[in-house]
T-cell receptor, first 114, second 114 residues
Framework: AQSVTQLGSHVSVSEGALVLLRCNYS??????LFWYVQYPNQGLQLLLK??????LVKGINGFEAEFKKSETSFHLTKPSAHMSDAAEYFC????????????FGQGTTLQVKP | NAGVTQTPKFQVLKTGQSMTLQCAQD?????MSWYRQDPGMGLRLIHY???????DQGEVPNGYNVSRSTTEDFPLRLLSAAPSQTSVYFC?????????????FGQGTRLTVV
C-alpha cells in the first residue's frame, strides 16, 4: 500500500535560512507525489508535484523538491525562508492510477523566526 | 470559477444531533472526497466518490454517511454527532484522468461537538 511519512511535526528556522521539510514514501510502483501548503484558517493549495518527467521539481513561492528513488524521499526545500512561508505543509501520494485517492502525511508546521 | 465550496464554515453541535456538511464543485471532476484534519494526524480520508452513484469508505468512515447523486455535490452526513467528531473537515475534488492531477480543496468546516 502506498503511504507517506513526514519526519518532524514542527520545524523552526530563522528568516533567510534554508528550509528543509522531509517526506519519505512507500510504494511498490512509481509514485505520484505532491506537496501542499495550508496557511492559517485556509484550505490546502498545491505547491508542486512529481510526475516522473524530472527528479527536481520547482513549485510556487521558490520551493522545490527532489525525488530520490534510492532513498524513497521527496524532500521540500527553499533556499531562503520568508516570514510569509509560515504554514503547515503536507506531503501526499496518489493511490492507484485512476482512483483519485490522495493519502497525506501527518503534516509539518513551519515556523519562521525574525 | 468558484472551485470547491463548503458550507457552513463553522458549526457547533450538541452530542447526538445530526447535520450535513455541504460540498459543491463546478469543475466537472469525477472524484470527490472528505477529509478530517486533527492536530498531529494530518488529513485522514473519511469517504470518497469516483462518480455519481459511487461511493466508498476511506480510513475513518465510522459515524459518517455520504451519497453522490450528482457530479457537483458530495454532502457528508453526521447522523449522531459525538465529541470525537470535533475536527476541521475538508472537501476535495480531482479529475481521475491521470494520477498526477491536482486536488482542489474547499476552505474547510470547523465543527465542534459539545
Amino acid at each position: 500500500a502506498q503511504s507517506v511519512t513526514q519526519l518532524g511535526s514542527h520545524v523552526s528556522v530563522s528568516e533567510g535560512a534554508l528550509v528543509l521539510l522531509r517526506c519519505n514514501y512507500s510504494s511498490s510502483v512509481p509514485p505520484y507525489l505532491f506537496w501542499y501548503v495550508q496557511y492559517p484558517n485556509q484550505g490546502l493549495q498545491l505547491l508542486l508535484k512529481y510526475t516522473s518527467a524530472a527528479t527536481l521539481v520547482k513549485g510556487i513561492n521558490g520551493f522545490e523538491a527532489e525525488f530520490k528513488k534510492s532513498e524513497t524521499s521527496f524532500h521540500l526545500t527553499k533556499p531562503s525562508a520568508h516570514m510569509s512561508d509560515a504554514a503547515e505543509y503536507f506531503c501526499a501520494v496518489s493511490v492507484g492510477s485512476n482512483t483519485g485517492k490522495l493519502i497525506f502525511g501527518q503534516g509539518t508546521t513551519l515556523q519562521v523566526k525574525p | 470559477n468558484a472551485g470547491v465550496t463548503q458550507t457552513p464554515k463553522f458549526q457547533v453541535l450538541k452530542t447526538g444531533q445530526s447535520m450535513t456538511l455541504q460540498c459543491a464543485q463546478d469543475m466537472n471532476h469525477e472524484y470527490m472526497s472528505w477529509y478530517r484534519q486533527d492536530p498531529g494526524m494530518g488529513l485522514r480520508l473519511i469517504h470518497y466518490s469516483v462518480g455519481a452513484g459511487i461511493t466508498d469508505q476511506g480510513e475513518v468512515p465510522n459515524g459518517y454517511n455520504v451519497s453522490r447523486s450528482t457530479t457537483e455535490d458530495f454532502p457528508l452526513r453526521l447522523l449522531s454527532a459525538a465529541p470525537s467528531q470535533t475536527s476541521v473537515y475538508f472537501c476535495a475534488s480531482r479529475t481521475v484522468a491521470s494520477a498526477n492531477t491536482e486536488a482542489f480543496f474547499g476552505q474547510g468546516t470547523r465543527l465542534t461537538v459539545v
